[in-house]
């Protein structure tokens, strides 16, 4: 499911308060008619409700998805979708460290600390999604193993506004994803599949069944869909499930399975490939001259 948003609720509790609650004294003749602050779902009721329709109308696992702020905001909103059929939860870890007094390790830290609170406080498994912004992605997820968490989705769009010269404001539009993002996963997915045991999803930059053929050949168990969706409907989940299905039947595999990690860090042929050193390499066949172009 998409997010569940702790700052939001928040601010959607703040603004009723605002309205409603806090005029309620102001205008004594309007008492009678002005709506209770009780009117208004402004928790996590909408969510609920919908998380126990998808429950009641489909066969597959529901995973409920939950971004939140505060510690005791992610254990109680992660126990309220765990009553309500979550089958699974994951936790959005999406922050924007903008004080420069606050370390990375503390970041690092007290996301794991998050991690570990709502892993004691559910029965369900636990999976986390990541930004690609950690000195050490290998490192924390051996963290993340290591506090309960049972997967890692990688990567999360990080907040990437965009500057509207015409307005002299700040962009904050979302475009969807494309196949050119594909590859930050596909390098992560194959450095995190031979020191891990905890199952690997992709999302992000997955719009076709080839695409999803070179996730899982890099490690990944399954791929996120999303941007795809949106943009061709729900039925193009059956093309992408054709294309991977053609691929895996004419290079002789017999499921996704037996493709997972071939060529992860410690199975492609050229390991090296996936490392620094190969960036070098890349450019030592390239020239500039009318624009890029690769040397004979």
Known sequence: MHSLFEEQLIHEQM???RFIDARIDMDAETQSIRPGSGMFSVDTE??????????????????????????????????????????????????????????????????????????DAVKVPVSV????????VPAFVRSLEQAGARGVVVFNRFYQPDIALDTLDVD???????????????HALALLSPT????????????????????????????????VLLERGPQHVAVLRDEL??????????????????LDLHSAP????????????????WRARDGWRKEP
């Not at 924007?96 to 996301?111: K, L, Y």
């Open 172 to 186: 904050r539009r979302l475009l969807p994803s494309t196949s050119a993002e594909l590859p930050l996963r596909l």
């Open 270 to 285: 050229d390991p090296h490939a996936w490392e620094r050193l190969n960036y070098t390499r890349m450019l030592a066949g």
């Open 129 to 136: 999604k990541l930004t690609p912004f950690y000195a050490s």
């Open 15 to 17: 603004a009723v308060h």
């Open 245 to 262: 299905m053609h691929w895996l039947d004419t290079k002789g595999y017999k499921s996704s399975a037996e493709a997972r990690g071939v």
């Open 46 to 119: 909408p969510y609920v409700a919908e998380l126990e329709r998808l429950k009641q109308r489909v066969d597959v696992p529901v995973l409920a998805s939950l971004n939140g702020t505060s510690s005791s905001g992610w254990t109680s909103y992660a126990k309220r979708l765990e009553s309500a059929g979550a089958d699974a939860l994951e936790l959005n870890l999406y922050e924007v460290a903008a004080s420069p007094e606050e370390t990375g390790a503390a970041v690092e830290q007290r996301q794991l600390d998050v991690v570990r609170s709502v892993v």
């Open 196 to 227: 891990t045991k905890l199952a690997l999803a992709c999302t992000g930059g997955v719009h076709s069944g080839l695409d999803a053929a070179k996730a899982i050949l890099s490690g990944a168990h399954v791929v996120q869909l999303a941007s």
